[in-house]
């Protein structure tokens, strides 16, 4: 059996706060086939910086939002030993968050990916990072290659350069040789005309004119002149270059060799001159022959001196032309000539080490037979034009090695013809251009990227010149503007998309935020503005404007924006409803007690007198219990209505809860205040309600406090008002009762404690009773556990049944309700659920526990007990908490939920929804269902908010694998809506009704 493949370790590094999203990515992670991940974990962002920097991880994976530094700040700080990143870094942001990810992928980031709500990037984690990892080896390899060819270029003799393609000779690049010269590489770089700078006057003009010409052709650069040394010697340079072009043909640079040929001139210049001399002396001995014989032995003499130094020259000639086939041959490029037939005749060593073969096996042998199969057909169909025009540039082939690999090379030719124009051989000049291509390559490949990632966004992205002109536009920035790419490029931006307020005053763009961002060169992050569509209509935009920077100047901004016209209608909605009562419309508790408390303050500081009256409906449970919750909701609603019509302008109504309303009477004496009270009262006397066809009369009992120094808090002016509303109703109600402190009824009302004595002796009695309500699955494809809610009832002692909302809240008031809640646990333990313990399935039993209960810290130890003395599992309890009581005292309620849940009972959060803080502080707490509130259930079929908030909802306790359950479902439209929206449970009157808890006993799931 063959050994299995071994894995490849890789390092990591994961800077993430949330502990969720570390353990999903080290999950992640875990499976991949080829690689095994060494995690290292970072909480915060300086703590990563310093464990990057410590172990040198292969990839930093980091997320963008971190308690001390974000993203931005992390690559900052990890890029401060040098001007590169010491570790790749990948980056992970929220969906709102492209424009950062793009400002990071600027600042260093190798790539990044979009944390989405359903953690779908979680599967692309691994591939991704496989791909980074690979360019990473890439960049490397690519920048050995580059230190492999620069230290070639640098070791050869000649002086090589790069020049810039407009004939200015201002250099790009210079080889380190150009020291020879008395200059600096940086020097020569310097010189605003380059080696046309130290050219000797009398050579300049013609070697700019070869420059210009050459650059305007493309025609290849050959000429020799003379320069200046810094120490002011004199040297002759043969100066051989050429243009090099990308694919699209745009002249990149003028690549050159620079030849100190000063010997070579000076050896030719003296050759000159013994010629010149030679010719004089043959001239005058001829011309003096017959005259001078007698000087014959002298001109022989002469003679021989001379050939002796004719010999000596040509020995120098035969030296420097070994030294030009030296040249030939350890040139950087390749030469070669061939014949009519395309066979080699001359081959340069350089080339010769290209190729892997010896000279003898190249010479005579067709070029084509070195080509790979495409280039070498190319080749012969280019051959016979060749020989015809004489000339060939830039023509791209791919030699084939002698080992079979392939290298591209650059070939230009020109051919060399007799006098009556037949070719007779050519001067072939090869460039490898493998660096090149691969550069070319990956530039393409970054574009196409960046491409990609701009038009896949899902915001619009804009760019924009420091004019304020479109240079850019995304897919989705068109279809949110309704304009077409044609339109805006090049096309000022205010004028078009931004020149107006919200209330349609126009403003110049002198004041226009977006341009502010490469005006100032300060990023402007999620600005709310609106922007106009080609239509005329506005849009609110939430947009980030960031300046763009190339070397460090500014050339312009890019705006990210997106759509919020309906999040922020939703938003405003949702603030309206944290501050008010959803059925009613009203203001809520929550926002009538800061209104109190602001009240209470401002009569303890400036004086004054204002009062507060609290109001609770008579027989409001007769229309409830006759006709349905709907019929009390309607009542409420039309009860509210015809309050607000009896409120002066200052004063707030608020519904508190049931069938409760507060008013503040701001700036009214205690006589006032009465008036208006009794105006209240007879109002709602007066009031008929109508439900299908039936008419009731319903009476309201107040309770009025006035506001003055000696109230103490805002929670003292409630209890004196509820007071005094008590009393009301205890005088036969549909009365309103003012508050004094030495009040006789009032006194009679503290001392009686009439709701302490009645539930204390019901208990004492065992008078309270238990119901249960079935929690139903909603998807039928799934086996699911029977789930009951446990309800309680009060059993008078005429035998009739109270329900909790009347004496809970005094239970709670009086700190009843934690014995009450351990009655209620006790009795579900020792009967519904020890008869059922050994049922197959076995039922869950919902049981709620109070604020207080919550705060018990002897409740886990006592229902240790109840579960050990029963034999009853921990599984078979639910305990259900409000979010209001757990959001009160979040630590104590996550210690509490953590002792529950080491019991084995699941953790449910009720009413959830009804409070602002609803999502933070899930987080914190770690239960197992998620019931959310009637008020957002009831209405859901109609109402497309609540259906939002119920699916918002929804969605956050799955990806936190919480199930969620839907209370107060009364019709079968909304259990419809509910499946749709992929909620797990339900409960309300329309899928059973509430059942005595003895009738479980004969279940038929009990085997």
């Given at each position: 059996?063959?050994?299995?493949?071994?894995?490849?370790?890789?390092?990591?590094?994961?800077?993430?706060?949330?502990?969720?999203?570390?353990?999903?990515?080290?999950?992640?992670?875990?499976?991949?086939?080829?690689?095994?991940?060494?995690?290292?974990?970072?909480?915060?962002?300086?703590?990563?910086?310093?464990?990057?920097?410590?172990?040198?991880?292969?990839?930093?994976?980091?997320?963008?939002?971190?308690?001390?530094?974000?993203?931005?700040?992390?690559?900052?700080?990890?890029?401060?030993?040098?001007?590169?990143?010491?570790?790749?870094?990948?980056?992970?942001?929220?969906?709102?968050?492209?424009?950062?990810?793009?400002?990071?992928?600027?600042?260093?980031?190798?790539?990044?990916?979009?944390?989405?709500?359903?953690?779908?990037?979680?599967?692309?984690?691994?591939?991704?990072?496989?791909?980074?990892?690979?360019?990473?080896?890439?960049?490397?390899?690519?920048?050995?290659?580059?230190?492999?060819?620069?230290?070639?270029?640098?070791?050869?003799?000649?002086?090589?350069?790069?020049?810039?393609?407009?004939?200015?000779?201002?250099?790009?690049?210079?080889?380190?040789?150009?020291?020879?010269?008395?200059?600096?590489?940086?020097?020569?770089?310097?010189?605003?005309?380059?080696?046309?700078?130290?050219?000797?006057?009398?050579?300049?003009?013609?070697?700019?004119?070869?420059?210009?010409?050459?650059?305007?052709?493309?025609?290849?650069?050959?000429?020799?002149?003379?320069?200046?040394?810094?120490?002011?010697?004199?040297?002759?340079?043969?100066?051989?270059?050429?243009?090099?072009?990308?694919?699209?043909?745009?002249?990149?640079?003028?690549?050159?060799?620079?030849?100190?040929?000063?010997?070579?001139?000076?050896?030719?210049?003296?050759?000159?001159?013994?010629?010149?001399?030679?010719?004089?002396?043959?001239?005058?001995?001829?011309?003096?022959?017959?005259?001078?014989?007698?000087?014959?032995?002298?001109?022989?003499?002469?003679?021989?001196?001379?050939?002796?130094?004719?010999?000596?020259?040509?020995?120098?000639?035969?030296?420097?032309?070994?030294?030009?086939?030296?040249?030939?041959?350890?040139?950087?490029?390749?030469?070669?000539?061939?014949?009519?037939?395309?066979?080699?005749?001359?081959?340069?060593?350089?080339?010769?080490?290209?190729?892997?073969?010896?000279?003898?096996?190249?010479?005579?042998?067709?070029?084509?037979?070195?080509?790979?199969?495409?280039?070498?057909?190319?080749?012969?169909?280019?051959?016979?034009?060749?020989?015809?025009?004489?000339?060939?540039?830039?023509?791209?082939?791919?030699?084939?090695?002698?080992?079979?690999?392939?290298?591209?090379?650059?070939?230009?030719?020109?051919?060399?013809?007799?006098?009556?124009?037949?070719?007779?051989?050519?001067?072939?000049?090869?460039?490898?251009?493998?660096?090149?291509?691969?550069?070319?390559?990956?530039?393409?490949?970054?574009?196409?990227?960046?491409?990609?990632?701009?038009?896949?966004?899902?915001?619009?992205?804009?760019?924009?010149?420091?004019?304020?002109?479109?240079?850019?536009?995304?897919?989705?920035?068109?279809?949110?503007?309704?304009?077409?790419?044609?339109?805006?490029?090049?096309?000022?931006?205010?004028?078009?998309?931004?020149?107006?307020?919200?209330?349609?005053?126009?403003?110049?763009?002198?004041?226009?935020?977006?341009?502010?961002?490469?005006?100032?060169?300060?990023?402007?992050?999620?600005?709310?503005?609106?922007?106009?569509?080609?239509?005329?209509?506005?849009?609110?935009?939430?947009?980030?404007?960031?300046?763009?920077?190339?070397?460090?100047?500014?050339?312009?901004?890019?705006?990210?924006?997106?759509?919020?016209?309906?999040?922020?209608?939703?938003?405003?909605?949702?603030?309206?409803?944290?501050?008010?009562?959803?059925?009613?419309?009203?203001?809520?508790?929550?926002?009538?007690?800061?209104?109190?408390?602001?009240?209470?303050?401002?009569?303890?500081?400036?004086?004054?007198?204002?009062?507060?009256?609290?109001?609770?409906?008579?027989?409001?449970?007769?229309?409830?219990?006759?006709?349905?919750?709907?019929?009390?909701?309607?009542?409420?609603?039309?009860?509210?209505?015809?309050?607000?019509?009896?409120?002066?302008?200052?004063?707030?109504?608020?519904?508190?809860?049931?069938?409760?309303?507060?008013?503040?009477?701001?700036?009214?004496?205690?006589?006032?205040?009465?008036?208006?009270?009794?105006?209240?009262?007879?109002?709602?006397?007066?009031?008929?309600?109508?439900?299908?066809?039936?008419?009731?009369?319903?009476?309201?009992?107040?309770?009025?406090?006035?506001?003055?120094?000696?109230?103490?808090?805002?929670?003292?002016?409630?209890?004196?008002?509820?007071?005094?509303?008590?009393?009301?109703?205890?005088?036969?109600?549909?009365?309103?009762?003012?508050?004094?402190?030495?009040?006789?009824?009032?006194?009679?009302?503290?001392?009686?404690?009439?709701?302490?004595?009645?539930?204390?002796?019901?208990?004492?009695?065992?008078?309270?009773?238990?119901?249960?309500?079935?929690?139903?699955?909603?998807?039928?494809?799934?086996?699911?556990?029977?789930?009951?809610?446990?309800?309680?009832r009060l059993q008078e002692t005429d035998g009739r049944l109270v329900e909790p909302m009347a004496f809970v809240p005094a239970a709670e008031r009086y700190n009843l309700m934690p014995a009450i809640d351990r009655w209620v646990l006790r009795?579900?333990?020792?009967?519904?659920?020890?008869?059922?313990?050994?049922?197959?399935?076995?039922?869950?039993?919902?049981?709620?526990?109070?604020?207080?209960?919550?705060?018990?810290?002897?409740?886990?130890?006592?229902?240790?007990?109840?579960?050990?003395?029963?034999?009853?599992?921990?599984?078979?309890?639910?305990?259900?908490?409000?979010?209001?009581?757990?959001?009160?005292?979040?630590?104590?309620?996550?210690?509490?939920?953590?002792?529950?849940?080491?019991?084995?009972?699941?953790?449910?959060?009720?009413?959830?929804?009804?409070?602002?803080?609803?999502?933070?502080?899930?987080?914190?707490?770690?239960?197992?269902?998620?019931?959310?509130?009637?008020?957002?259930?009831?209405?859901?079929?109609?109402?497309?908010?609540?259906?939002?908030?119920?699916?918002?909802?929804?969605?956050?306790?799955?990806?936190?694998?919480?199930?969620?359950?839907?209370?107060?479902?009364?019709?079968?439209?909304?259990?419809?809506?509910?499946?749709?929206?992929?909620?797990?449970?339900?409960?309300?009157?329309?899928?059973?009704?509430?059942?005595?808890?003895?009738?479980?006993?004969?279940?038929?799931?009990?085997?």
């Amino acid at each position: 059996m063959s050994e299995p493949v071994a894995r490849k370790r890789i390092s990591l590094l994961l800077v993430e706060d949330d502990q969720i999203d570390r353990l999903a990515c080290r999950r992640a992670l875990a499976t991949h086939p080829d690689y095994d991940f060494d995690l290292i974990e970072a909480e915060t962002g300086r703590d990563g910086v310093m464990q990057a920097l410590a172990h040198h991880p292969d990839l930093v994976l980091l997320d963008y939002h971190l308690p001390d530094l974000d993203g931005l700040d992390f690559l900052a700080e990890l890029q401060r030993e040098g001007d590169e990143m010491p570790v790749p870094v990948m980056m992970l942001t929220g969906a709102d968050n492209a424009g950062v990810a793009v400002e990071a992928m600027r600042r260093g980031a190798r790539d990044y990916l979009v944390k989405d709500r359903e953690r779908g990037y979680l599967t692309l984690l691994p591939a991704v990072i496989e791909r980074v990892l690979r360019e990473q080896r890439l960049r490397l390899d690519k920048r050995a290659a580059e230190m492999r060819f620069r230290t070639l270029v640098e070791q050869i003799p000649a002086i090589t350069y790069m020049a810039a393609p407009d004939g200015s000779g201002r250099l790009l690049y210079i080889s380190p040789q150009a020291q020879n010269l008395g200059y600096t590489a940086d020097e020569w770089l310097a010189l605003p005309h380059g080696l046309l700078s130290a050219i000797h006057p009398h050579d300049r003009a013609a070697v700019q004119l070869a420059y210009t010409q050459s650059c305007a052709t493309g025609q290849p650069l050959r000429c020799e002149y003379r320069v200046a040394t810094r120490q002011g010697e004199t040297r002759w340079l043969l100066d051989e270059a050429r243009i090099v072009r990308d694919v699209e043909e745009v002249p990149l640079y003028l690549q050159g060799v620079l030849i100190d040929i000063t010997e070579d001139k000076r050896r030719e210049a003296e050759l000159q001159a013994h010629r010149l001399h030679l010719e004089e002396m043959v001239a005058e001995r001829t011309a003096e022959l017959d005259s001078r014989n007698a000087l014959l032995e002298d001109a022989n003499a002469r003679l021989s001196r001379q050939i002796e130094e004719r010999e000596r020259a040509e020995t120098a000639a035969r030296q420097y032309a070994d030294e030009v086939r030296d040249l030939y041959n350890q040139a950087p490029c390749g030469y070669h000539s061939l014949d009519p037939e395309g066979r080699v005749t001359r081959i340069n060593d350089t080339e010769l080490q290209w190729l892997g073969y010896t000279r003898e096996a190249v010479i005579g042998r067709p070029f084509s037979e070195f080509l790979s199969p495409s280039s070498a057909q190319r080749f012969g169909d280019n051959f016979a034009r060749f020989k015809a025009s004489g000339e060939v540039y830039n023509l791209e082939v791919e030699m084939q090695r002698k080992d079979g690999s392939i290298l591209p090379v650059e070939v230009n030719s020109t051919a060399v013809k007799d006098a009556a124009g037949n070719y007779l051989t050519s001067r072939s000049t090869l460039f490898d251009v493998s660096a090149r291509m691969a550069a070319e390559q990956a530039l393409r490949t970054s574009e196409a990227r960046f491409r990609l990632l701009l038009e896949s966004a899902g915001e619009g992205i804009y760019g924009l010149d420091t004019q304020g002109r479109c240079i850019f536009v995304n897919d989705a920035a068109l279809e949110m503007l309704g304009y077409t790419r044609e339109e805006l490029i090049g096309q000022p931006t205010h004028p078009r998309i931004h020149h107006s307020h919200d209330d349609g005053t126009p403003y110049d763009d002198a004041e226009c935020s977006i341009y502010e961002a490469f005006r100032s060169g300060v990023a402007h992050r999620n600005m709310i503005e609106p922007m106009w569509r080609k239509d005329g209509s506005m849009m609110i935009a939430e947009y980030s404007a960031y300046p763009l920077r190339e070397n460090e100047v500014i050339s312009g901004a890019v705006l990210v924006f997106r759509d919020v016209t309906e999040s922020q209608a939703l938003a405003s909605q949702l603030a309206w409803q944290a501050s008010h009562d959803a059925l009613t419309g009203l203001v809520n508790r929550q926002e009538f007690e800061r209104r109190l408390v602001r009240a209470v303050e401002s009569v303890h500081r400036d004086g004054g007198i204002h009062a507060l009256c609290y109001l609770d409906l008579d027989q409001f449970k007769v229309v409830n219990d006759t006709c349905g919750h709907a019929a009390g909701d309607e009542l409420l609603r039309q009860i509210s209505t015809l309050l607000e019509g009896r409120m002066r302008q200052r004063d707030t109504l608020a519904r508190l809860g049931g069938d409760e309303f507060g008013i503040l009477l701001e700036h009214c004496p205690a006589d006032k205040a009465m008036q208006l009270a009794l105006e209240v009262r007879d109002a709602v006397r007066d009031f008929r309600f109508s439900w299908q066809g039936r008419s009731f009369t319903v009476g309201a009992s107040l309770g009025v406090a006035p506001l003055t120094a000696s109230v103490e808090s805002a929670a003292a002016a409630m209890s004196a008002a509820d007071a005094a509303c008590y009393v009301a109703k205890e005088q036969g109600r549909n009365r309103a009762h003012l508050y004094q402190a030495d009040d006789v009824n009032l006194a009679e009302h503290r001392n009686q404690m009439q709701w302490v004595s009645r539930l204390t002796q019901a208990l004492d009695d065992d008078r309270f009773r238990l119901y249960y309500q079935s929690i139903v699955p909603l998807n039928a494809g799934t086996a699911a556990r029977p789930h009951h809610e446990v309800l309680l009832r009060l059993q008078e002692t005429d035998g009739r049944l109270v329900e909790p909302m009347a004496f809970v809240p005094a239970a709670e008031r009086y700190n009843l309700m934690p014995a009450i809640d351990r009655w209620v646990l006790r009795e579900v333990i020792r009967s519904s659920a020890a008869a059922q313990r050994l049922a197959m399935p076995r039922p869950r039993f919902a049981v709620n526990l109070s604020g207080r209960s919550l705060l018990d810290e002897r409740l886990p130890e006592y229902l240790a007990g109840l579960l050990t003395s029963y034999e009853v599992p921990g599984d078979m309890l639910c305990l259900e908490i409000t979010e209001a009581a757990a959001v009160e005292n979040l630590a104590r309620a996550s210690q509490r939920i953590g002792e529950f849940k080491r019991l084995g009972c699941s953790v449910a959060l009720d009413h959830f929804g009804s409070g602002m803080s609803s999502f933070t502080d899930l987080r914190t707490l770690p239960v197992d269902f998620l019931k959310i509130d009637g008020g957002f259930i009831r209405s859901l079929a109609e109402d497309r908010l609540n259906r939002a908030v119920a699916e918002a909802i929804n969605r956050v306790a799955h990806v936190m694998t919480i199930q969620t359950v839907a209370e107060c479902t009364e019709t079968t439209a909304v259990v419809t809506v509910l499946r749709e929206l992929g909620i797990d449970h339900a409960q309300g009157y329309v899928l059973g009704m509430p059942q005595p808890i003895e009738s479980l006993a004969v279940a038929p799931n009990v085997v």
